[in-house]
């Protein structure tokens, strides 16, 4: 590995470091986990002299790097940042930067035909509208949904490195429904996009199944090289391929859900349709449809057709459709009643 990445990586560790304000980093602090990133990435020992550190530090808090990162000392001892919301990843890119990307960019596009580029094509195009929109100073031409206060994004690079190299994760997590944080040991297998929301899809141990974890509800991420690996062959195309989400209840056989949308949102769920295995039955004479999908039954997908309200309605089967009667129901008994409206007045 060239001197530059290994660098690059050591800056990387140090910010990382500074931004976690709950623990006190010392010298030998930064020393050690610069030392087991590198281990991480090279898979060896590579000592690191307190000097090259010290070094490091100075050359962030310069403006050779353009970082002018504000590490300051405490108590003649710890290192922290002034401005407890300061990253280097955060530093506006340069000209040379910009043109870079523009570059490689440029070459990426002459390869968007081959089949190895399909998946990739929009990441491409909105990659070239965000770069000529910094360079230009203009508003980007591409918008797309994002949660600017969504936690747990800072993990994404980490877990990726994880997966690939089929590192042994140690977390420790807080769902919405526990009172308390657990710590535990999780093999994972992929990351998984939904709703603007990243989750980690693996499992805990081999006798268990495969559970999902959300990045936002993750405290803190180790690592275990000593815990070898769950290899295991799996498939997400497959495993996801009769939910909608991110949700699957394992034991459950997908089933037919049959829909009546009305003439106003036919058309959305025709062109966007709410899963790959919906099929069109009739189209009535008001302009209403009746589809039907075929899917296992998670909370995803009932979020997804509540969020319809009165423009659908499940006709089958009787279960899924009574279940949303009555969340219809107690809904509509909380606008019925005047005494939430007094007691928040």
């Given at each position: 590995?060239s001197q530059?990445?290994?660098?690059?990586?050591?800056?990387?560790?140090?910010d990382?470091?500074?931004?976690?304000?709950?623990?006190q980093?010392?010298?030998?602090?930064?020393?050690?986990?610069?030392s087991?990133?590198?281990f991480?990435?090279?898979?060896?020992?590579?000592?690191?002299?307190?000097?090259?550190?010290?070094?490091?530090?100075?050359l962030?808090?310069s403006?050779k790097?353009g970082?002018?990162?504000?590490?300051?000392?405490?108590?003649?001892k710890?290192?922290?940042?002034?401005?407890?919301d300061?990253?280097?990843?955060?530093?506006?890119?340069?000209?040379t930067?910009?043109?870079?990307?523009?570059?490689t960019v440029?070459?990426?596009?002459?390869?968007k035909?081959?089949?190895?580029?399909n998946?990739?094509?929009?990441?491409?195009?909105?990659?070239?509208?965000?770069i000529?929109?910094?360079?230009?100073?203009?508003n980007?031409?591409?918008?797309?949904?994002?949660?600017?206060?969504?936690?747990?994004?800072?993990?994404?690079?980490?877990?990726?490195?994880?997966?690939?190299?089929?590192i042994?994760?140690?977390?420790?997590y807080?769902?919405?429904k526990?009172?308390?944080?657990?710590?535990?040991?999780?093999?994972?297998?992929?990351?998984?996009?939904?709703?603007n929301?990243?989750?980690?899809?693996?499992?805990?141990?081999?006798?268990?199944?495969?559970?999902?974890?959300?990045?936002?509800?993750?405290?803190?991420?180790?690592?275990?090289?000593?815990?070898?690996?769950?290899?295991?062959?799996f498939?997400?195309?497959d495993y996801?391929k009769d939910v909608?989400?991110?949700?699957?209840?394992?034991?459950?056989?997908?089933?037919?859900?049959?829909?009546?949308v009305?003439?106003?949102?036919?058309?959305?769920?025709?062109?966007?349709?709410?899963?790959?295995?919906?099929r069109?039955?009739k189209?009535?004479?008001?302009?209403?449809?009746?589809?039907h999908?075929y899917?296992?039954?998670?909370?995803?997908?009932?979020?997804?057709?509540?969020?319809f309200g009165?423009c659908?309605?499940?006709?089958?089967?009787?279960?899924?459709?009574?279940?949303?009667?009555?969340?219809l129901?107690?809904?509509?008994?909380?606008?019925?009643?005047?005494?939430?409206?007094e007691?928040?007045?």
């Amino acid at each position: 590995m060239s001197q530059n990445k290994n660098a690059l990586i050591r800056y990387k560790t140090i910010d990382k470091c500074l931004q976690n304000k709950y623990r006190q980093w010392t010298l030998e602090d930064l020393i050690e986990e610069c030392s087991e990133a590198l281990f991480e990435y090279e898979g060896r020992q590579n000592p690191i002299s307190k000097r090259t550190i010290q070094m490091d530090i100075q050359l962030m808090r310069s403006e050779k790097l353009g970082y002018n990162a504000p590490i300051v000392v405490y108590d003649k001892k710890y290192y922290k940042y002034e401005d407890e919301d300061f990253s280097i990843t955060d530093i506006p890119l340069t000209e040379t930067d910009m043109n870079v990307l523009t570059e490689t960019v440029s070459m990426l596009k002459q390869f968007k035909d081959f089949s190895l580029f399909n998946d990739v094509s929009d990441i491409l195009q909105r990659l070239e509208d965000k770069i000529y929109s910094e360079k230009s100073n203009t508003n980007p031409v591409i918008y797309l949904d994002k949660n600017e206060k969504l936690k747990g994004l800072h993990y994404l690079d980490e877990i990726y490195q994880a997966i690939i190299k089929k590192i042994v994760l140690v977390i420790t997590y807080k769902s919405f429904k526990s009172k308390d944080e657990s710590k535990f040991h999780f093999h994972p297998f992929i990351l998984k996009e939904f709703n603007n929301r990243w989750f980690l899809i693996g499992k805990k141990k081999a006798s268990q199944p495969i559970t999902n974890l959300a990045l936002d509800r993750i405290i803190s991420i180790d690592y275990d090289f000593n815990h070898p690996y769950l290899e295991e062959d799996f498939d997400a195309d497959d495993y996801y391929k009769d939910v909608i989400g991110v949700t699957v209840n394992s034991g459950l056989n997908a089933r037919r859900i049959e829909i009546w949308v009305d003439a106003s949102n036919a058309p959305y769920v025709l062109t966007k349709p709410l899963h790959t295995s919906q099929r069109l039955i009739k189209e009535n004479e008001d302009g209403s449809v009746i589809i039907h999908i075929y899917v296992i039954p998670n909370y995803e997908m009932e979020r997804l057709l509540l969020g319809f309200g009165s423009c659908l309605e499940i006709l089958r089967p009787e279960s899924l459709r009574n279940r949303m009667k009555k969340t219809l129901q107690n809904a509509i008994s909380r606008y019925d009643s005047d005494e939430r409206i007094e007691k928040n007045a």
